[in-house]
């Protein structure tokens, strides 16, 4: 299961950006463009083991937020 830090670290990674927060989104971090959304899906593919590519909604989200309720409602993520 995916905590909020782990979800941020993996889109800072994924991003290549140390200033995303949980409160990212596509409009406040410029390198969240296309090509960093799918950096992103793939980060979260590897940390799903493919789990997370099965979720529809996920390709939609645009904030980090979007992303870890997408996932907490399919059991991949959890609050600590």
Known sequence: MIT????????KTA??????????NMDNISDWD???HLSLLIVLDK??????SELVELPAC?????V????????LAKEC
């Open 4 to 11: 909020i830090p782990e979800l941020t670290q993996l889109a």
């Open 15 to 24: 991003l290549k950006n140390d200033l995303v927060t949980f409160e990212s």
């Open 34 to 36: 296309s090509l960093g």
């Open 47 to 52: 940390a799903t083991n493919g789990r997370s």
């Open 62 to 66: 645009t904030s980090l937020k979007q």
């Open 68 to 75: 870890f309720d997408v996932l907490k409602k399919n059991n």
